[in-house]
């Protein structure tokens, strides 16, 4: 084995994870560079183990213990990369938090994440499932990523168009899967900055708080206002945000269940399909506030699943799949989990 890896075993990821949920890793690295990467690549013993890449464990539930090696990516870093006439182009290592990031750039007037304030996790990991929120998603502003090549052992240099972003959705969830470790993430930011106030609940937050010609700042202000109203705090209560992703359905489907459920929450899409609110369905189903053992539906947000305070992961699971039935047997609608289940 390389002497110069510092691998823990039997490493508690207890606190690795916004679940809170007590689960062990086997092996466990924090990789501080690509040098790290490529050492565990070079040696026979480390790279015949399966891998699990860690950026804030924000979007990862834990079921069982992991036989695997955990990569826990903390390389840090931020800095202007470069600019033209249009864009200021900024750099961020995959182990600086995101919304870090986000505030960094605000400090420094740059524009165009703001809408993303506040959603944890790392930068490595934004690009995997192309993180949105508010009205805004990753790929909007995102210019390029380099990643390491765990089968070739070379660097990857991917554009936009190389990362196929989709709806929560990206090449690392297809091709480049269990293969790339994102190391860094480079954004374009517009000197010409609009607002996006496109989301209705921010517009109204911006209307509410009487300004009609917001900064980013303010924007970033007001999302994080309104996040914390209505989504409970990991550090209070173990949770991985929206549990479940929104379905997406055709047109035809949407207004054949409008035809039985009236008051569907839908929103159009640009090619003509039709996203329905995961949580409405749930809240519907009489989920909200329910609980299995020690995993609940948090009591504000149907969408949300909460670890009520020693929750296993198949607590957790046994509670999401209940919930999928339900919502399957109502409306016919298959539900996806959003997180990693491991
Ligand atoms: C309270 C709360 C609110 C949330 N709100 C939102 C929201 O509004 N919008 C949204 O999109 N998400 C949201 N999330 C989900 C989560 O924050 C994001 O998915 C985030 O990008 C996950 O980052 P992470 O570093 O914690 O990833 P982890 O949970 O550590 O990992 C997630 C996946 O990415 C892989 N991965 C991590 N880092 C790398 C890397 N460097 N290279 C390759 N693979 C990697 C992991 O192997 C795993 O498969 C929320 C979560 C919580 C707890």
């Known amino acids: 084995m390389t ?33 790290d990467l490529r050492a565990v690549r070079a040696d026979a013993a ?78 490595g990991a934004a690009p995997i499932q192309n993180i949105g929120a508010y009205g ?39 091709a480049l899967r269990d293969r790339a470790v994102i190391l860094n993430v480079s954004f374009a930011l517009p000197k010409r900055w609009q607002p996006n106030l496109r989301y209705a609940e921010l517009a109204a937050e911006m209307a509410a ?19 914390q109203r209505k989504l409970p705090d990991p550090a209070i209560i173990g949770n991985a945000g929206s ?16 035809v039985q459920h009236p008051r569907l929450v839908s929103y159009a899409q640009a090619d003509g399909s ?16 329910r609980s299995i053992g020690a995993a609940g539906v948090h009591q504000k947000q149907a969408l949300v699943l909460v670890n009520l305070g020693g929750a296993t992961g198949s607590q957790v699971l046994q509670l999401a799949e209940a919930i999928r039935a339900d919502v399957f047997d109502k409306y016919g609608v298959a539900i996806e989990p959003e997180p990693v289940i491991l």
Not at 82 to 105: F, K, R, Y
Request: overall charge neutral; charged content about 20%.
């Open 243 to 258: 549990f479940f992703k929104n379905p997406v359905v055709s047109a035809a489907r949407r207004a054949a269940l409008l």
């Open 136 to 174: 805004g998603e990753l790929a909007e502003h995102f210019h390029a990523l380099q990643a390491f090549d765990f089968v070739s052992g070379e660097l990857l240099e991917l554009t936009k168009s190389d990362c196929a972003f989709g709806y929560r959705d990206s090449v690392f969830k297809h």
């Open 46 to 123: 480390l790279s015949a183990m399966r891998r699990l890449v860690l950026g804030g464990g924000s979007n990862l539930l834990l079921t069982r213990d992991v036989d695997a090696l955990v990569l826990h990516m903390v390389n840090r870093g931020i800095a202007v990369s470069g600019e033209n006439d249009a864009h200021t182009i900024i750099t961020a290592q995959a182990g600086e938090s995101w919304h870090g990031l986000v505030q960094w750039t605000l400090a420094r007037q740059l524009c165009g994440l703001e809408n993303l304030s506040l959603i944890p996790g790392s930068v």
């Open 209 to 227: 708080r009487g300004i009609a010609h917001p900064t980013a700042q303010q924007i970033s202000e007001a999302v994080i206002a309104i996040r």
């Open 3 to 35: 002497a110069s890896l510092d691998i823990r075993h039997d490493q508690s990821l207890r606190s690795l994870n916004t679940f809170g949920i007590d689960a062990k890793a086997s092996s466990y690295l924090r990789v501080t560079s690509v040098d």
């Open 274 to 289: 039709y996203k329905l609110a995961a949580g409405w369905l749930i809240d519907q189903c009489g989920w909200k506030g």
